[in-house]
């Protein structure tokens, strides 16, 4: 296919291999168990130390199912979390305008009083929504607990709109069964994937990465639907270089096909299904030959790809992407995959999507929370608006427009763990003129970023190898919960995210919502509600339910599935989606038309670097200097560009970035694409400063009315050739 034909990716040049520890594991018998902090797949790891009692190299855990002993690039890197430089070394208060960089080194005591008295002067003039708390990943739960604690409504977590949230959604409405971040899919044993920009090699989760080159080696086929030939291009069958953001109408034409020819899997549509007869009206349109005009790719190879799954059925996988803040239609692409694979009778079946085993540690005795007195100010707590967001994670994508609004009620105050949304959003103006507006901005992290940079007070928190965490509860074929202990004293005059919200929630008189005295105790009264001690836990660093495929995957073992939707059954047209109004969700919507010489704005990842968090961290920066803009020969030929030349971004905003030129035939022609999380401009950052462009800066501040999801690769933009010296904005 096209894939093999193009040979060896010029980034492969540059990626690494997954490393592996050199010296034999006995070198360092003193260690302790901890897991990786540099992804959201969260690999167990040993931690080993040397003879002084420091931090010396990471192992990846054996026993841990998330990773079965392998660390990447980045999780081996981790060590230069706990040694950077660039640390953020004691508590800081702003002392000049902000942005400044003006700081005043601080005790503790001296921040923690500030906060409490700015606080209670906001919540006493605002109530206690007029303080908002931002935070996701392992600082969600201690924040979560401080803002209802507060009782404001105001809770942000970014997950849902600035990545998952359409997938999750997509799925609970088909099937009941929300498609979270750690993904239940029996990736080893499926035969076919059909993958939609889901870049598994160069986004790197440790699991499921090998379990597909695991099936890749046993002979599966995969079928890998981009604009750009990523090296999950190169490593699938066939690439198919789809037109930009028309993925929904391939998808669309599948299930015509899959309808039309029968290749569904009757007996489960049958026994399992709502909706054939209304989904077969739905999609009568969309043949093959309308989605070959709209997607670029033949309606032959359509009808083909959808026989040759319905060959391999029920161990097929349509594989969304994982970020699917992508359009203004993400719920339409997402139920619509949902449906593609539940044509096929995936569920509970090998090779397609099995039913997950938890661990459930109890969380330990609290007081009730307050009710909160008023809906949040991102929309959702207004009927209609975003009636299928779902109100644990809120959104992101509106909440700060609202805030610099200050509609429809004044927030004056904010809290925002691990925050950058001056780098994560395609609207940082609105982000600071949202900051600009508050009387408090409490910033905390382990390293400078362009958001903190702007805050009143920072606090530093230690790095993840220097602390104890709650419980890692997760799932998959088995249940599990992990362990995180430091594996040295805290460096710097640093405190844990606990800590922080307990001393905040004492200035605020809520003291009994944190009512133990370390993150330890904390851990130990869980572990005891649940049976379990500390000790058999620090044993292996991890604690499994047994295996039980019965469990798993109850059709393959003569049960029944079930399904969490309002009829108990796979809905092919979501019933919610009906009666909130939204099923026009269904029906494919072209998102962007291109004007002349505009070209279709594509960001994504690289195997070695997470989001924005990573860039610092000077082992990975090694691997890729910055990030160069891919453009087609013939596109970049017609504007007299030549690699390495430096080119100048644009969109009709007038948002500008200056990049150099990668000239490629590993993209589509009317695209161009770079790597996400580099042009950084917090000079704090010494390693990260200055290198490469900005992408979010192209991302469009558009939303999916469905998820209230951002929409963010809706970016057109202008290329041209300039000279060096006006890369200088
Ligand atoms: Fe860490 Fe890599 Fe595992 Fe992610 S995949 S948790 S970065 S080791």
């Known amino acids: 296919g096209a894939a093999t034909a193009v040979g060896v990716p010029e980034s492969a040049q540059a990626h690494p291999r997954v490393p592996r520890s050199a010296e034999p594991a006995r070198a360092m018998e003193d260690h302790v168990f901890s897991w990786c902090n540099l992804c959201p797949w969260r690999c167990g790891v040993i931690v080993r130390r040397d003879d002084n009692g420091r931090i010396a190299r990471l192992e990846g855990n054996p026993d841990h199912p998330q990773n079965e002993g392998l660390l990447c690039s980045r999780g081996h890197a981790g060590v230069m979390d706990v040694y950077n430089q660039d640390r953020i070394k004691q508590p800081l208060l702003r002392d000049g305008p902000r942005g400044s960089d003006r700081w005043r080194p601080v005790s503790w005591d001296e921040a923690l009083d500030l906060i409490g008295e700015r606080l209670r002067a906001v919540r006493d003039e605002h109530g206690p929504q007029g303080i908002s708390v931002l935070a996701h990943s392992y600082w969600k739960k201690p924040y979560h607990r401080l803002a209802q604690a507060l009782g404001t409504p105001n809770f942000i977590d970014s997950v849902w709109a600035m990545c998952l949230g359409p997938r999750m959604l997509s799925y609970e409405l088909v099937a009941g069964r929300p498609l979270t971040g750690i993904e239940t899919l029996d990736v080893r044993r499926t035969r076919y994937f059909l993958i939609f920009g889901r870049n598994l090699a160069e986004s790197f989760l440790n699991g499921e990465v090998r379990d597909w080159m695991r099936a890749l080696a046993d002979g599966a086929k995969s079928v890998y639907v981009d604009p750009r030939h990523t090296i999950t291009a190169d490593r699938s069958h066939e690439w198919l270089p789809i037109r930009p953001l028309t993925d929904h109408a391939l998808v669309l034409a599948l299930i015509h096909t899959v309808i039309e020819e029968e290749l569904y899997d009757s007996a489960f549509v049958e026994d399992y299904c709502t909706g054939l007869d209304e989904l077969r009206e739905r999609v009568a349109g969309y043949t093959p030959e309308w989605a070959a005009e709209e997607t670029d790719i033949d309606a032959a190879d359509i009808r083909r790809i959808a026989r040759e799954m319905a060959e391999a059925a029920p161990a097929v996988l349509a594989y969304a992407p994982r970020r699917m803040a992508r359009t203004r239609n993400d719920v339409g692409l997402g139920v619509a995959i949902a449906v593609l694979n539940s044509l096929f009778g995936v569920w509970d079946r090998h090779g397609g999507i ?376």
């Not at 099995?354 to 809906?375: K, M, T």
């Not at 800590?499 to 003291?511: K, N, P, T, Y």
């Not at 130990?524 to 019965?550: C, H, M, N, S």
Request: charged share 25%; aromatic share 8%; proline share 7%.
């Open 354 to 729: 099995f039913r997950p085993q938890r661990l459930e540690i109890p969380e330990p005795d609290l007081p009730e929370f307050p009710e909160s007195a008023a809906e949040p100010i991102d929309g959702t707590g207004v009927p209609d608006r975003y009636p299928l967001a779902n109100p644990q994670f809120g959104l992101a994508s509106t909440f700060w427009s609202a805030l610099a609004a200050q509609d429809p009620y004044p927030v004056k105050a904010m809290i925002a763990a691990g925050n950058n949304a001056m780098k994560n959003t395609g609207f940082p103006g609105v982000v600071r003129r949202a900051i600009d507006q508050l009387d408090l901005f409490v910033a905390t992290d382990i390293q400078p970023n362009e958001t903190n940079r702007l805050a009143d007070v920072i606090l530093p928190e230690p790095s993840a190898l220097e602390r104890y965490d709650d419980l890692q509860e997760g799932w998959g074929y088995r249940g599990w919960i992990a362990v995180r202990m430091p594996g040295m004293e805290a460096l710097h005059d640093t405190r844990d995210p606990w800590r922080i919200c307990q001393g905040i929630a004492a200035q605020l008189g809520l003291e009994d919502y944190f009512p133990h005295g370390s993150v330890r105790e904390l851990i130990e009264d869980r572990l005891e509600k649940a049976g379990y001690d500390f000790e058999a836990l620090a044993e292996k660093g991890v604690i499994t339910t047994e295996a039980d495929p019965a469990h798993n995957f109850p059709r393959e073992h003569g049960a029944s599935s079930r399904f969490d939707t309002p009829s108990g059954k796979v809905e092919l047209v979501p019933s919610r989606l009906v009666e909130h109004g939204l099923d026009d969700a269904l029906d494919y919507r072209r998102e962007v038309e291109r004007g002349g010489g505009e070209l279709h704005f594509l960001f994504g990842r690289v195997s070695f670097h997470t989001h924005t968090r990573t860039q610092n961290n000077p082992w990975l920066a090694g691997f890729m200097e910055e990030n160069p803009l891919w453009i087609h020969e013939e596109t970049a030929s017609e504007r007299g560009i030549v690699d390495g030349d430096t080119v100048e971004v644009i969109d009709s905003r007038g948002c500008r970035e200056v990049f150099h030129a990668r000239v490629t035939a590993r993209i589509r022609r009317d695209a161009v694409y770079t790597a996400h999380g580099y042009g950084r401009d917090d000079p704090r950052l010494s390693v990260a400063h200055g290198r490469g462009g900005s992408a979010t800066t192209f991302a469009s501040p558009d939303i999916d009315p469905t998820s209230g999801a951002a929409a963010m690769l809706r970016g057109l933009v202008h290329v041209r050739r300039i000279e060096p010296s006006e890369g200088v904005s």
